[in-house]
């Protein structure tokens, strides 16, 4: 996505498929961004991202012997939690197992739970579903990634508590968005 400096909505800048992952580079002109990026099913290659022509190349290869692996197919899932919000995660299923078969499963929850599970290569990921399982992902309430009401969701965290901050020592001071110092018992 391009966001312009003006305002207005962003606009679609040509690079999807692939999530990017560590440092942008660019070139001295600025043309040109350097990354790496992946898939669920490709590991992370040098990708140059011409920002004109909005194509990106990969320009690497740095593991070739990926093409001869069977890997497993993933796909992102969905659900309602309890309280009534979406949830959702990536299942990865083993490569020739059909839908709604019974599968033994792994689940591996990101860390965090300041992360989120995103579609790029995972060496451990591709590894169950070679052996014949089922991984399931799941981005639980609380993780980053779907907004700041979905990040707070576990923290007992609300917008009006997140905009000051306060130590448990008496003699500091809180500060707060409005940029008034208050008293640490606010």
């Known amino acids: 996505m391009r966001f312009t400096l003006a ?14 992952s560590g440092a942008l580079l660019a070139d001295a002109a600025g043309r040109r961004l350097a990354f790496l990026s992946s898939t669920p099913r490709e590991p992370q290659e040098v990708t140059v991202f011409d920002l004109g022509a909005r194509r990106a190349d990969v320009v690497s290869k740095l593991n070739p012997q990926v093409a001869g692996w069977t890997l497993g197919e993933t796909q992102v899932v969905r659900w309602k939690c309890p309280e009534g919000g979406e949830l959702e995660g990536l299942l990865t299923r083993p490569a020739g197992s ?28 591709q ?9 399931f992902r799941p981005n639980y309430r609380g993780g980053t990634g779907y907004g700041f ?5 576990n923290r007992n965290r609300s917008r009006a508590a997140s905009t000051r901050w306060s130590r448990a020592d008496s003699r ?15």
């Open 149 to 153: 009401d979905f990040y707070a969701a």
């Open 7 to 20: 305002g207005g909505p962003p606009q679609d800048a040509g690079f999807s498929g692939r999530a990017i």
């Open 98 to 125: 059909a839908a709604g078969a019974a599968t033994a499963l792994v689940v591996m929850p990101h860390g965090g739970p300041d992360d989120v599970t995103q579609q790029t290569w995972s060496s451990q990921v």
């Open 172 to 186: 500091t001071r809180t500060c707060s968005s409005s940029g008034a110092g208050r008293g640490a018992d606010t």
């Open 127 to 135: 590894l169950f579903a070679s052996r014949g399982y089922a991984v």
